[in-house]
């Protein structure tokens, strides 16, 4: 005869596998049944024996405050319950199930009296049924709570989002009995600057060497050179960069593939930004150009000039738009489609605005 398993009992702990157990042996009728004697018993037995822990269930609010201030992001604090038997979080109680241990047999003095025993553990009657078998025991305990409702802890904690330096950030929650709950400290507000593009204009590379945090991407030849004294002005002198510090990249010759400027950064959530950079090109023609990429998505490109270039050039109409993290990668790819033996072109000034 097939043994059919019920999975009984509520408030479970999660991280048992709802796995279906019509027509396997579950640990075989006898355990099975011993564990289903008080379904109260065989969770707290079963939840221990499996080594389950409880799902911590977060709930926030978060109040917002208006400021005139600008480019400040606040960072929210979190709440975990680490360890403990009994938790209460307003007023929904959930027991958390520790291994229970057998109770020691006390042993009589006298040869005339009966050996005492402690209460008896209906636990103990469940192993003994079990014949102390631990794939049996797991078994049964499986298909017990297979089909039971998963328990929960739940936190309540109330975050102020605020555009003000000094942030403040508050946790309200209630721990009662061998309940240890830890608090993870406020990070302090990240301020988003005006151009997200870090190291944008290279003068880190005066006191640093580099720089970082670009990086050069060159699958299929060609090199990037930082050059120092170059005063990079658009056409007729209407704008200068900051600085002195410039690239100067040539990309391959050959095969009409491209070298990259990458770098990652974090800029504002969902929001789309107007990307530009200075640019002079040499000994080109109009096919050769930079093409711009974020997140892995082409989003803009500009080609040489028809003209003889004697001043930079600020690029123009290159947009992108970051996802839920705001975080992501921008490349400018150097393409020479005509293979070219002498192009080269300097660069600087990188940025990215908000739209």
């Not at 090199?223 to 510090?245: F, H, L």
């Amino acid at each position: 005869m097939k043994l059919l398993c019920f999975g009984l009992g509520a408030g479970v702990l999660v991280g048992v596998a709802n796995a279906a157990c019509a027509g396997s042996p579950c640990g075989g009728r006898k355990c099975y049944g011993a564990i289903g004697v008080d379904h109260t018993v065989g969770e707290s037995f079963c939840s221990s024996w499996l080594q389950l822990a409880p799902a911590t269930t977060t709930v926030t609010e978060i109040e917002t405050a208006t400021s005139t201030l600008v480019n400040i992001e606040t960072t929210a604090t979190t709440l975990t319950l680490t360890t403990g038997t009994i938790t209460q979080t307003g007023s929904n109680p959930t027991t958390i199930f520790q291994k229970k241990r057998a109770p020691t047999p006390v042993q009589s003095f006298s040869s005339a009296e009966p050996a005492e025993s402690s209460p008896a553990d209906p636990t103990e009657a469940i192993v003994s049924v079990c014949s102390a078998n631990n794939e049996r025991i797991t078994k049964a305990c499986s298909c017990f709570l297979s089909t039971a409702t998963q328990s929960t802890v739940t936190v309540f904690e109330t975050a102020v989002s605020t555009a003000v330096a000094e942030a403040i950030s508050t946790i309200v929650s209630t721990v009662t009995e061998k309940v240890v709950a830890t608090t993870s400290v406020a990070a302090a507000p990240i301020v988003i600057p005006s151009n997200v593009v870090v190291n944008g204009n290279l003068e880190s590379y005066l006191t640093t060497g580099n720089i970082n945090p670009w990086g050069i991407f060159a699958p299929t030849g060609g090199r990037v050179e930082v050059i120092n004294g170059v005063n990079p002005c658009t056409t007729g002198g209407a704008y200068c960069a900051g600085g002195s510090v410039v690239v100067r990249v040539f990309p391959p010759t050959t095969g009409g593939g491209f070298v990259a400027m990458q770098e990652t950064f974090v800029a504002r959530p969902s929001t789309t930004y107007n990307f530009s950079f200075m640019f002079r090109c040499l000994n080109f023609d109009t096919n050769a150009g930079m093409i711009v990429y974020y997140a892995g998505a082409r989003v803009g490109s500009v080609n040489c000039p028809n003209i003889n270039s004697s001043a930079f050039q600020r690029s123009t109409g290159i947009q992108f738009t970051t996802d839920a993290t705001g975080r992501g990668e921008l490349q400018i790819r150097f393409a020479n489609p005509s293979n070219l033996q002498y192009l080269y072109v300097y660069a600087d000034d990188f940025q990215a605005i908000k739209a």
